[in-house]
């Protein structure tokens, strides 16, 4: 070891450096509550007051039981709209919209956005905040890679006050939704080409598992380094019946794939089925890395922090929740039904995302969209490699009574080249609703569930 004889003197200063940090760190912590809310959104309204103060989040009405619709218990139902934006009053509202939303509505006849008041519905459990405090003193931790995530009390926001984009993408990623979503029907449904008329629908099963989501208060540093993990299975049409995939997510390096392929009996680890690869059945439409608007690593893009601004994004959408609508009166040729997106001005953190130096991607450019109440990721846009818009994706946020925070699976995706769209990971037409789960009782949140050989154990059944 170098020996100095100002070593003292340099190890009280840098002992006064770490301290002074630490205060700064705990100061800022102190944010939230105050001007802040407990996950680092601002409590007060905007200036014109559209946006209302941050309250006691009231969004529901009591005798809510799984298996009754929840629309009905929205304390909101009754909302009607402010207004509508189409392609006659767009540039009006340019400001507030993001650019793939803009061409979406200029571009697509008979696209409207319906714009009810705003209502800030997103709460979180207690334990939730006491970890998301932890976090912004100081617990929380990105590696020197500069996007994994080293540390974090779980299950809590890691970064409720980002410094950078790769932080605000983390808060996306662990936002509390209880240990998983249990999804027993969804339909991925992708519109015709244009010129024909036939839909590619496919009816799955999903399950999401949070291993970090359970009650209480945990260091992520002493769980697996997983974000998540999922099942995955067709139950039609014919030629994709019966295949299925478990799906790894981890926090510190690229996801890992098991698929089943009923016509071999065999699993086969697949190492390329991750980040820009096609998914099986969809016609190049539908990438890995885009369901619930972003998924899986982010380690080929460098991640920019723009900063905040009003939007209008999907909120309290329960239409597009809704099991018993009908396919044909929801899914239009070019649009999910209007009256199944509902619309509000909030604040949204802009993340943008740029492919690095030496890799590769379909979409080398990417603009993320982020509710500040609930970060939840609500809207992207994606650019191709000639630089121009080519995708727009929306989901939508709802508050859910289970775990007494907002969710936002379900989701529209929208090739603004080739003028047609997809949705999926919600139950809208299924017959079914989603389950969300805030214990670790059931096989199918717990580890062992998503192994290569329990994955032919199931399939084989």
């Not at 540039?91 to 979406?104: I, R």
């Not at 996306?172 to 969804?186: E, F, R, S, W």
């Not at 899914?331 to 492919?355: C, G, M, N």
Request: proline share 7%; glycine share 8%.
């Amino acid at each position: 070891m170098f020996n100095s004889p100002h070593r003292p003197a340099a190890a009280a200063a840098i002992a006064v450096f770490l301290q002074a940090a630490a205060g700064a760190a705990f100061a800022d912590a102190g944010r939230l509550g105050g001007e802040l809310t407990g996950v680092g959104a601002e409590r007060a309204a905007s200036k014109d007051g559209i946006i209302p103060a941050y309250g006691a989040p009231d969004a529901h009405l009591p005798g809510w039981t799984p298996g009754k619709k929840r629309e009905d218990f929205f304390k909101y139902k009754s909302d009607k709209p402010l207004f509508s934006i189409d392609a006659t009053n767009v540039d009006k509202h340019a400001d507030k919209l993001s650019p793939g939303q803009v061409a979406l509505i200029k571009q697509t006849k008979g696209y409207r956005m319906d714009v009810y008041p705003t209502r800030r519905t997103c709460g979180n459990p207690d334990f939730v905040l006491e970890n998301t405090r932890k976090n912004a003193a100081g617990a929380a931790k990105l590696g020197e890679d500069g996007w994994s995530l080293k540390d974090a009390v779980v299950p809590g926001v890691p970064f409720p006050m980002p410094a950078n984009g790769a932080q605000a993408m983390w808060n996306t990623k662990l936002k509390y939704a209880g240990v998983g979503i249990d999804m027993p029907k969804v339909l991925v449904a992708l519109s015709p080409r244009k010129g024909a008329s036939e839909w590619v629908r496919a009816s799955t099963t999903q399950i999401y598992y949070y291993p970090w989501g359970k009650k209480g208060s945990t260091a992520l540093s002493q769980l697996p380094p997983i974000e998540y993990h999922t099942y995955f299975a067709y139950e039609a049409p014919t030629a994709l019946a019966g295949q299925a995939l478990v799906y790894a997510a981890y926090t510190d390096k690229a996801s890992e794939t098991f698929y089943y392929f009923p016509g071999q009996r065999r699993v086969r680890r697949m190492p390329t089925y991750s980040y820009d690869a096609p998914q099986v059945g969809f016609e190049n439409q539908y990438t890995v890395d885009e369901p619930r608007v972003f998924n899986g690593t982010m380690d080929r893009f460098e991640w920019k922090l723009v900063g905040k601004k009003e939007m209008f994004i999907g909120y309290n959408a329960f239409g597009m929740y809704d099991p018993d609508a009908g396919f044909d009166a929801v899914a239009k040729s070019d649009f999910i039904e209007p009256a199944q997106r509902r619309y509000e001005l909030h604040r949204v953190w802009v993340v943008e995302a740029t492919v690095k130096q030496g890799v590769r991607h379909v979409a080398p450019k990417r603009t993320f969209y982020i509710d500040e109440d609930s970060w939840s990721l609500v809207a992207a846009d994606d650019y191709d490699a000639q630089g121009k818009l080519w995708k727009l994706r929306e989901a939508f946020v709802i508050p859910v009574q289970e775990t007494g925070s907002c969710d936002n699976p379900a989701f529209v995706q929208y090739n603004l080249l080739e003028g047609r769209y997809l949705f999926d990971q919600g139950p809208l037409a299924t017959g079914k609703d989603l389950r969300w789960v805030v214990e670790a009782n059931e096989p199918k949140f717990r580890d062992a569930y998503y192994t290569a050989d329990n994955l032919r154990a199931i399939s084989e059944r």
